[in-house]
């Protein structure tokens, strides 16, 4: 699947894009919101499962409108737990960690971030979990999933499109990377990814990628880490990261990754 084959929907907000699997559809809801979300619908004979959650209140009232004929098995709840106006009557599916991430953790530092820059726009509640998931394969609305479990959450295979669902990638916007180490893991699954062949790698906050892009971004990360070893503060660093990716965005990564690399 060519990550730039699809049908493009315009809502009033945000933009939906559909992939066409034949008997699977990936839909790919880029909600233009402030921190430019991404929802993704996997949908199966009328019926379909949600990989994370909008979480501006408009968002969330345009999405529900785009899924009235659509029956919604379940969402899965990993990185953003944030949103929970969003269709409360259905199942939530997340790992133990990303419930504690959500409630307790970095997430909930996030949300408590954005609450305070976003305001009442922001829908700062959060998904209650129904269904607490284990890492492995599970099956939702006769969709099957891997899950694997991360540092903070977990990450979502869906074998019958061939895809994978992190957090983060961007090939051409800057990450957080907390240090080096932080990068050689990074780097550690970019390259899983290529050597299992997905055809789209989606993420949080960025449209459907493709194994270039990892490629790409593996490049970039281990740059990252020659830069640092040759500059003596984060402001060098900056600096030169800016002068080598002058058409990337994120900056306000690039200063949270300056601070790791040189805390």
Do not use: W
């Not at 700062?124 to 991360?150: C, L, P, R």
């Not at 903070?152 to 992190?166: H, K, Q, R, S």
């Amino acid at each position: 699947m060519n990550k730039n084959t699809f049908e493009t929907v315009k809502l009033t907000k945000g933009v939906m894009n559909i992939y066409n699997f034949g008997n699977v559809k990936l839909h790919a809801y880029k909600t233009n919101d402030f921190i430019d979300d991404e929802v993704f619908i996997v949908e199966k004979n009328g019926k379909a499962v949600i990989i994370e959650s909008p979480c501006f209140f408009d968002n969330n009232k345009e999405l529900a409108e785009y899924l009235k004929n659509v029956k919604v098995e379940g969402m899965l709840v990993a990185y953003h737990g944030a949103g929970a106006s969003f269709l409360p009557d259905v199942p939530k599916y997340a790992t133990q960690n990303a419930v504690d991430y959500s409630k307790n953790g970095g997430g909930k530092a996030l949300i408590d971030n954005f609450t305070g820059a976003f305001g009442e726009v922001f829908d700062s509640s959060i998904h209650e979990i129904t269904n607490v998931i284990e890492a492995g394969k599970i099956t939702i609305g006769s969709i099957d999933f891997i899950i694997k479990q991360t540092g903070e959450a977990f990450d979502v295979v869906i074998p019958e499109i061939n895809a994978v669902y992190t957090h983060m990638l961007g090939h051409d916007c800057h990450s957080i990377v907390a240090g080096a180490g932080h990068a050689d893991a990074m780097i550690a699954e970019l390259r899983s990814y290529i050597e299992k062949g997905y055809a789209l790698i989606l993420t949080s906050h960025y449209t459907p990628e493709d194994l270039k892009d990892a490629q790409t971004k593996i490049d970039y990360l281990e740059n990252l880490k020659k830069i640092a070893a040759n500059v003596k503060n984060a402001d060098e660093f900056k600096t030169e990261v800016g002068r080598q990716y002058p058409q990337y965005s994120g900056h306000n990564y690039l200063d949270m990754t300056a601070g790791f690399f040189f805390s």
